[in-house]
């Protein structure tokens, strides 16, 4: 953990989801000093493909990744998987397990390590509640994935 | 997410894990006007089973669960292993597929409902770094499980 | 196994859905002397959130959870998840993998422990059939959860 | 569920290691008429691979699986991780993250299908108790596996 | 590995699905030389309950299984979530996750050992592309999966 | 599967590990006219840290993989874990469940994709037998896992 004192993609990212929950310009506005590109949004579902779809589309539409790039879509989609590993514990499912997530996600990119030529990294956060689909029947969960792209 | 504004008990001990690196008696100074009960600590191995020991070492020895209840261990013991997957993201396994954690831990206990009847609830959070057993070759990683006590 | 002389929960569940086939009021009689609170429910689905929202739904309507309460649905809803994964052996899924089940279901609440201290716990017990959306096709199954609650 | 008035092989198996918890011979005896072959064990581990090889060694001394035959060995291998699943309900691992397992094994050969051209089958039933490796600081557990041989 | 020098029924079904790509009726003549018995086809869908579905009614009309024994059935089935397993790499899952396959499949059955009492097996290779609903935006996969019948 | 004419990355590395049996020498020279970059070998054991290892070690050695960038490491990292998942089939062990994998191994490395900026991606096959520690009683797998890098 020797990167502790600076902040790493994954930290920055979670940052992003936990700190501003109804101000999202203030997030674009405070955070836009760092050298990462970010994108943040928000996504609620008994549908994990509505998840991810919602996450690759605005990660597309905020030129986080280039659309038309199989590589970068396939960096993107697994550390979408791996954050959502993190939500659901165990079972990548939702609505088929009677649960829905109400999520807030940011997608970061940029180069977190010191030695340049590891170059650009992606970190998918997510942060929300999950449980049943009844208002307030549900506890929070969260999710980070990352990859190199 | 109506509890966004509020400071729920994973975000708290999101919070805890993401915060002072370097710095743990702050972080105990700092958070300890909230209702929470917590304790934090760092755990490094290639072996999951010393994650979990370490964990619930020290929520004995800060008497965040009473010992001699199964029940109290067994809500600290699933949130735990919530907390794993996350940061494991598929197999909750270290040194059998040859990688190694670095982990900051928060364990906190509190009444995170409006609704008093909710009781008590346990939050795990684990944040640091996954990877090669090399210093360096590894990323971030996070999780977070949380349970009814 | 301390507790083979006595009867525990989770074998008091088993026996509930092992032991009556077509006679479920016996059942209700029969076994109505314990100290532990019980329904039993029979369902059949190629889709899993059916068997969770079955089980569920007779927990509530026989006050064996308290509705409003999202500690007792969060502490059924895991238990209802772990009888499930000895049901499926592996993949939390039944149409999606072209299978289905016929199930008997019971869910126990009581204080299983000598210790009173260590208060209520849930067992769910499944036993039943799996197999393809064909007649005959099938074998049988089981599984159990227990949970703290 | 049609086989509800029969016993099916999966329910037998369930009984024997339901119903007698100290009398290992009795249950030899009373369960001796069936057309059913089986045998019955103990076995408590930190370790899987001391559940597996146990049940695997108590089958062959039996002679419930031909010990040179792979394919018999294989139906019961298969058979044996289905029950673990049951057991270990997400994760097939015990020691590894810190539980142990206190367990009563059956495996049951016949065939339990009316049309005979349905062959043998096997199933193996696992009930005791999962939990810290400390006593008293347990659950029930059970598992149930089926497959043709 | 022993095996090597001989063609094993899993290396067999392997060069089924990867050598022929357009030249299915090839495929048949070259092949049908061999002892085992078998057939190809093609499935495409974001359904994993389609491509179970595509193997089990190709087996059956080619007669590599007896369709009224359900021995027969729930070895293949078994068999085909193995070889998913490998296409699907953690999640059995497709459009759940939003992810899509074109799959070439062969099922094959003889007798793969040299002793003859180890009866006949069936092998289930799966070989073609997984990724986006996107075309293009894929990459190769494979799975195999092998049982006794 | 557009690219069903020409040779894919996982193909080719499909066939390194069946095609060439005893004969590592001439499968270096036949395929040595590709753009492909390769490697291949053998490891068995019970232990899956040791296959992890045997392929990074010849990875390396070989110069598929630069050994000082994490990012390369981290492509190939998890290409090879997706490769296990095929060779394992839920569950990411050997010994831990009492079994053994011989297997051959390949490493390639190249530009699949037409459109060049796709850049590079690294396929890892696996090929051999898995069951249980005693020679004969084991049948074949296979496993393959694709990343960017
Ligand atoms: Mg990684
Ligand atoms: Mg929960
Ligand atoms: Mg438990
Ligand atoms: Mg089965
Ligand atoms: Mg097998
Ligand atoms: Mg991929």
């Given at each position: 953990m020797e990167r502790?004192?600076?902040?790493?993609?994954?930290?920055?990212?979670?940052?992003?989801?936990l700190d501003f929950s109804d101000e999202t310009d203030a997030a674009k506005t405070k955070h836009?000093?760092?050298?990462?590109?970010?994108c943040i949004g928000k996504t609620g579902a008994m549908d994990l493909k509505k998840v991810v779809s919602a996450?690759?589309?605005a990660s597309k539409r905020n030129q986080l990744i280039e659309e038309d790039?199989?590589?970068?879509?396939?960096?993107?989609?697994?550390?979408?998987?791996?954050a959502i590993q993190g939500v659901t514990r165990g079972q990548s499912q939702l609505g088929e397990i009677?649960?829905?997530?109400g999520l807030r996600f940011a997608v970061v990119r940029g180069k977190?390590?010191?030695?340049?030529?590891e170059g650009e990294w992606l970190a998918v956060a997510l942060y929300g509640t999950i449980g049943a689909p009844i208002k307030g029947?549900?506890?929070?969960?969260?999710g980070l994935g990352i990859n190199h792209i």
């Open positions: 502790d004192n600076q902040v790493g993609i994954g930290k920055f990212a979670l940052r992003l989801v836009s000093t760092t050298d990462y590109h970010f996450i690759e589309t790039l199989y590589r970068e879509t396939h960096a993107l989609y697994h550390a979408i998987l791996e009677m649960r829905t997530v977190p390590y010191k030695n340049k030529a029947l549900e506890h929070e969960t969260v």
